[in-house]
């Protein structure tokens, strides 16, 4: 598998060294990407990094995952308007467990294997080398003229903010993580994101000029949406990888919701499926738009790689619940567990199994569980036909609601018009 050219195609590359392609094809070779450790998560702006190790590794190629908690201590100034917030070294390597956690359920760590993923931090080798060390055996490879050159760095002097030493260093810190990795693992290749090109050339540089070795880099584009909007954003944030932080129907729903442009680029940039199969659902997508084939098996695809085919099932179930193509039958065969995640984007209320036991009127039930805020609101949606319980139409304002009305002895589904729904759970 020619890995370049399989890239080119799914549109992953953009500035590349010279001889980089011609290197993948003459051996195994071992390529990092660094993680900036400064969330407990990674998100879905973290996806291409993780893409390009799977099919680096896919092709053959051993990858190596560098968890920055060194760098991360420092902050990368790369096209970023101002310094960011320095974090302490215990939230660091809370961080960096984390996210090595995650990336071992996307890349195959099989100590078995000649090309087995690796994960490196560049804490270990930075935490012994002294300032004045670094600055005598490091910083005098590599010039300031050729420092300043870099446009990521340009931009910033010449912002109305400056730039720090600290931030200004960022670069000569990375190039050493390179040389390092060069040096003890015979690393070669360095990827990443195309605001990162000015880093990466960097270890390249030094890797020529303190070691007098040739290592080779390129980079993919920055993924963004058509409309020119950031990518990976939603209402409430970042669409992180963790589940506990983005449910993994948040996570589907945001792939699923996205335009036909973005997603005939996305379905090659964030999924395996070959160039033939993905052309097929294209022209199927193109044959009735309003299906939606195209962003279905987006959805499908990258929720299954990050959160696996279980939750993948869940998240549609949730889907077809919320758009009345689930019955209440399908919820009531689920485990509680299961019941939790399909109905995590809907309304949540609570009432004591006590009243239940008791008997309470429909219109007491809507109040004291705050579906509504009072019982007049309750029973207007009532005398409207939009009230129902357990997908039956409430129609008397006299219906008792009691322990019978429990589906796995826990729980009540109230529906305030068509798609309006709230979960009980008796406690």
Known sequence: MNLIEELRWRGMVQDMMPGTEEQLQKEMTTGYVGFDPT?????????VPIMLLKHLQRAGHKP??????????VGDPSFKAEERKM??????????????AQLEKYLDFDPAKPNAAEMVNNYDWFKNISFLHFIRDVGKHITVNYMMAKDSVKKRIEGDNGMSFTEFSYQLIQGYDYYHLYNEKNCRLQMGGSDQWGNIVTGTEMIRRKGGGEAFAFTCPLVKKADGTKFGKSEKGNIWLDASKTTPYEFYQFWLRCTDEDAEQWIKTFTFLDQNEISSIIAEHNLDKGKYTLQKRLAQEVTAFIHGQQELELAMMTTDFLFGKLSLDAL??????????????????????AELAAGIDVLTFMTNTQIFPSKGEARKMLQNGGLSINTEKVTAQELVVDSSFLWNDKYILVAKGKKNYVLVTAE
């Open 39 to 47: 969330a407990d998560s990674l998100h879905i702006g973290n996806l």
């Open 64 to 73: 190596l995952a560098l968890v920055g908690g060194a760098t991360g201590m």
């Open 332 to 353: 009531k065969s689920l485990s509680d567990v299961d019941v939790k995640k399909v109905m995590a984007g809907v309304q949540q209320a609570t009432i004591t199994k």
């Open 87 to 100: 974090l302490d070294e215990e939230t660091l390597q809370h961080n960096q467990r984390c996210i090595k």
